[in-house]
């Protein structure tokens, strides 16, 4: 199978070295609005064919793997599907799916189209980041899979099996609600800690470089590429403010207790979101 | 030398279990007011004599060393002056300085007495979270140091650098603005953002065991010990009051951007927060 990515960072490169490892690919070509990020996934072996036209690199290709900023996927979509042959297929990977899936909802081709979302990454981004076992016994969730062609659907979800990747099905609104709160709102709570602390640093009141590695977990995140999440929080805009809200409510909610001298309170704060253990090992 | 553990937990627990790897003990005693506590060190190998006695301890051994709360170390620590013999050391390892240095200034045994704090902790507690190499290439903070004998001190730092830790000192108030920015936040935010999240579930919309790498690192923090930071926050309530406000303003910034869809103005908030990447590897 041949597969042209779109986009070869840390999601689509490290999609087609783990395609490799499982010999799933004949050939893997690139396609990228940056010629030196091809350039750069030729080297390290993400690809070996680079196209500078997307509709020859469409053309060539069996699937398509959209691994970009989701609002890019939203304005390439249609017009990929409008191109297809009938046994070729698309697949995003973007981190928001329902507006995705209304671009595309009353395309004719739009059974060719797969909208999934690996649920893995790191902080760092671009060919550089990747490496071959990012989603080993990791989560693919694929969203109105009805709207799907059911082979091309199984030959995907046959694909992420063989790379050790479990696979859910789930609506594309229900995909949104849950991932602003276990993903987007874990990346605005980093980006708006290192803000506050880089100010306080300026200010000379804070030495970052004696920052243990409880900071450094809760502001890793803040590292990501601003390119792929600013169209993440735009896309997933109510969902996103509605966790932002009841986040902001319990961190104010904290320093009303902490203001009041309330002791029992701040335990009992304290306790209910230890209960997190449960799920976090 | 003959070192007491108040408190044999994660922090004191390991520097037992350190200070023994490295041959730098001869005997570890244990007091708790948890027996349970100290048949599991003993069993761990943390200690090798238990004190049900506070006053009994303290005078068997050279070093006194505090892991504790640090409200528990504040009521503690006169007492354990008041009956401390010249040739004894007390060190305290809190996370806030200010009011524990405070307790003691005027004590006529405050030379005996070192403020430590070393930098590394994880977000589990109790004897069987400690390891011996928890403070390897970590930092030990000392403050008001000119107040302590120097001789004791040399010791310290001597035994501290055995342990290949670095000593950095500090004045009390620097050190509390500093922890509540680059500690105390961070483990706000978990514990917020672990409450908002729980409810969430609660209410049948999250799926938490969907959840990736990226909502763990940013909760981790929520499952450390209430005990211990309940205290602490309580304790350096203004400099935490004041860390904590910066970062509110910053979320609400964040907040209003998103509602307002300011793309520019979310790209800037995210490149400023992206900053970080510089002292966080």
Same mark, same amino acid.
């Given at each position: 199978?041949?597969?042209?990515?779109?986009?070869?960072?840390?999601?689509?490169? =490290?999609?087609?070295?783990?395609?490799? #490892?499982?010999?799933?690919?004949? +050939?893997?070509?690139?396609?990228?609005? #940056?010629? =030196?990020?091809? &350039? @750069?996934?030729?080297?390290?072996? %993400?690809?070996?064919?680079?196209?500078?036209?997307?509709? +020859?690199?469409? #053309?060539?290709?069996?699937?398509?793997?959209?691994? %970009?900023?989701?609002?890019?996927?939203?304005?390439?979509?249609?017009?990929?599907? &409008?191109?297809? @042959?009938?046994?070729?297929?698309?697949?995003?990977?973007?981190?928001?799916?329902?507006?995705?899936?209304?671009?595309?909802?009353?395309?004719?081709?739009?059974? *060719?189209?797969?909208?999934?979302?690996?649920?893995?990454?790191?902080?760092?981004?671009?060919?550089?980041?990747?490496?071959?076992?990012?989603?080993?016994? #990791?989560?693919? %969730?694929?969203?109105?899979?009805? !709207?799907?062609? !059911?082979?091309? $659907?199984? !030959?995907?979800?046959?694909?992420?099996?063989?790379?050790?990747?479990?696979?859910?099905?789930?609506?594309?609104?229900?995909?949104?609600?849950?991932?602003?709160?276990?993903?987007?709102?874990?990346?605005?709570?980093?980006?708006?800690?290192?803000?506050?602390?880089?100010?306080?640093?300026?200010?000379?009141?804070? $030495?970052?470089?004696?920052?243990?590695?409880?900071?450094?977990?809760?502001?890793?995140?803040?590292?990501?590429?601003?390119?792929?999440?600013?169209?993440?929080?735009?896309?997933?805009?109510?969902?996103?403010?509605?966790? $932002?809200? =009841?986040?902001?409510?319990?961190?104010?909610?904290? *320093?009303?207790?902490?203001?009041?001298?309330?002791?029992?309170?701040? $335990?009992?704060?304290?306790?209910?979101?230890?209960?997190?253990?449960?799920? %976090?090992?």
């Amino acid at each position: 199978m041949k597969v042209l990515f779109v986009g070869t960072g840390l999601i689509g490169g =490290s999609f087609s070295l783990a395609m490799q #490892k499982h010999g799933l690919l004949t +050939e893997a070509g690139g396609y990228s609005r #940056k010629m =030196s990020n091809l &350039d @750069r996934s030729k080297e390290l072996g %993400i690809i070996s064919v680079a196209f500078d036209n997307l509709e +020859e690199g469409v #053309k060539w290709a069996d699937w398509i793997i959209l691994s %970009i900023p989701v609002d890019v996927i939203d304005r390439m979509l249609p017009g990929i599907l &409008d191109i297809i @042959r009938e046994e070729q297929v698309i697949i995003d990977f973007g981190s928001t799916k329902g507006k995705i899936c209304a671009s595309v909802r009353n395309h004719e081709a739009r059974a *060719r189209f797969i909208a999934a979302h690996p649920i893995a990454g790191t902080e760092y981004s671009g060919p550089d980041a990747a490496f071959p076992d990012l989603f080993t016994e #990791k989560l693919m %969730i694929v969203c109105e899979e009805a !709207q799907t062609n !059911q082979a091309a $659907l199984k !030959q995907f979800e046959q694909v992420c099996k063989t790379l050790q990747m479990n696979v859910e099905q789930m609506g594309a609104e229900a995909h949104d609600r849950h991932l602003a709160y276990i993903s987007h709102l874990s990346h605005i709570t980093s980006y708006a800690l290192s803000n506050a602390v880089l100010q306080k640093e300026k200010d000379g009141h804070v $030495l970052l470089d004696l920052a243990g590695s409880g900071f450094e977990s809760t502001v890793r995140l803040a590292k990501s590429s601003p390119e792929m999440w600013g169209p993440i929080f735009m896309e997933n805009k109510q969902m996103v403010l509605e966790a $932002l809200d =009841s986040f902001l409510d319990y961190s104010t909610q904290f *320093r009303e207790l902490l203001n009041a001298d309330d002791q029992e309170g701040i $335990l009992q704060f304290l306790e209910e979101g230890r209960k997190i253990k449960r799920v %976090i090992k």
